[in-house]
């Protein structure tokens, strides 16, 4: 088997002890002196690394990598209050079109001098076809004599 | 896929198609074989072929009311309702006159319309079938402009054993027989006085009473046609008033004309005390128009503006 590459004995080193024993790799690394050592010196490089303090942010580093970044557009304010006033208004209309006919301003009830004329009107409407005769005999039934 | 379940999908598809036309054109809708106007013909045949006796309920008016119906052949009948304060009216039609008189000894004369002149109505669809004073039913609706009508009718006889009217979605009347006994029925001929009756006009005395033609509405809601033209008197006693009336055979519109009548009346429109209907008033010339009908100030205010 050939040598691995740094790379990969780096991840082998990061394997489990109980797991590295079941990987081709170990085998050769218990029988290469050359790996074991490249394994030595990064497990002493890992250490140097962990033995380091950690760095100290500036400040300003976010401020910084901020004004780097793309800005993104801002949802619209108006836009979203649009499309609410235009829904309010087609309910508006919808309402109006359904009860304005009923709250417009109702027909002066006619005076006592056309009800002979709507009486002769029920009578004429008895001729119709589909006249219901009985309810105009209902209507009929109050009509007072002329004077 | 068999030639079977082809054949199957085929006849599937075809009667989905029909029942959807159904839906949408109720035109094509059909019961015993007789379409929506084939059965309001039918019924408007049977009112004047058909004999039977009828007892049954009405409501109009917000008054409830007892009503009994000998119905002749040749459509004359003899009607009696009776409301729930005791108030009756007698309605009838010997053929040649129609007349009602009541307990408040109004009565009235009008020389009746040959049912052939009367016009068919406007439109026509069938809504079901069902069962009504021990009859099978056919339940057909009628359109005219606001007015919308319910017609129950026997599906053996053609008679209308129910009727339900709306104006403007709200119902103002209602009748339904109870009891039905198809029989011979006699009428008796009309035995009122005929002064002040409605009586058919000729041009000449149209042109006697106005001092000119009988003005006539140019533009008339759908489906209504000139029915009648009638000469009485005027309720102030003035002789020499017009009626023209116009019917789809739904409803009724109604303008008496008078020329120079001393009856004090402004113009306007206004609703008669019965609700539905409106009397709307104008001066044309010389002749005072009163029109009358179950039609929207709108529509009466048009059919008054069109009056030439």
Known sequence: MRCPTSEELAAYQHVPLADRARMPLHRHVMHCAACRQELQALARTVQLLEALPAPVLPDALWAGVADRLPVRPRPAFWPGWGRLAAGAGVAVALALALFVPRLTTPLSVASSATSPYVADHALLSAQDTFADRTSVGVVLASQRSAP | ?????????????????????????????????????????????????????????????????????????????????????????????????????????????????????????????????????????????????????????????????????QFRHRRISAMRVEKIAYRDVTVHPCTLPTAGALATATPAQVRKALGRDALQATWLPAGMQLAQIYQTVCCCGHQGMIVVRYSDGVSTLTLSQTANCPCEMGSGCLQAPSGHTLVAIRKVGAVRVIAVGPFDAGTMRKVLDSVR
């Open chain 2, 1 to 165: 896929m068999t030639r079977g379940w082809k054949l199957i999908s085929l006849v599937l598809s075809i009667a989905l198609l029909v029942g959807l036309g159904c839906w949408r054109y109720p035109a094509l809708r059909r019961v015993d074989g007789r379409s929506a106007a084939q059965w309001l013909a039918f019924a408007e045949q049977a009112g004047r072929t058909v004999s039977y006796h009828a007892e049954g309920a009405t409501w109009a008016n917000g008054q409830r009311a007892h009503f009994t119906l000998e119905q002749g052949r040749a459509g004359c009948y003899t009607l009696q309702t009776t409301d729930a304060n005791g108030q009756r009216c007698t309605m009838g039609c010997d053929g040649h006159r129609l007349w009602y008189t009541n307990d408040q000894h109004a009565a009235k004369v009008v020389s009746a319309a040959p049912s052939s002149t009367t016009p068919a109505p406007v439109a026509g669809r069938i809504l079901g079938t069902g069962e009504l004073a021990g009859c099978s039913v056919v339940r057909l609706a009628v359109q005219s402009g606001d007015t919308w009508k319910e017609i129950t009718v026997d599906r053996h006889t053609g008679v209308i054993l129910a009727m339900t009217t």
